[in-house]
């Protein structure tokens, strides 16, 4: 994929409202994607994982997050929230 990019607001955004976190380079955002079931937002959500589903932190920043429906396991994925087990992550 490739797009132009211009540095908004702490984050890189591309043509087509795609952005990439603020650790991703101009260079590596042009083939930047999320992870399976994850999309890029302005906000992350901390509380989107299956540890700390209950636990948050008042803290914003852009980068990806998982979609509705899905919560972030140990190793970074977009897995379904019914597949979280309590107390652990897969």
Do not use: H
């Not at 043509?15 to 999309?39: L, M």
């Amino acid at each position: 994929m490739s797009f132009s990019l211009a540095v908004v607001a702490g984050y890189t955004r591309a043509a087509g409202g795609y952005r990439c976190p603020d650790n991703v380079s101009q260079e590596e955002c042009q083939s930047y994607e999320c992870p399976k079931n994850g999309e890029l937002v302005e906000c992350i959500n901390f509380c989107n994982t299956c540890e700390q589903a209950s636990v948050c932190i008042d803290y914003c920043a852009p980068g990806c997050d998982c979609k509705k429906g899905f919560l972030r396991d140990t190793k970074g994925n977009c897995i379904p929230k019914s597949d979280c087990k309590k107390g652990t992550s897969a």
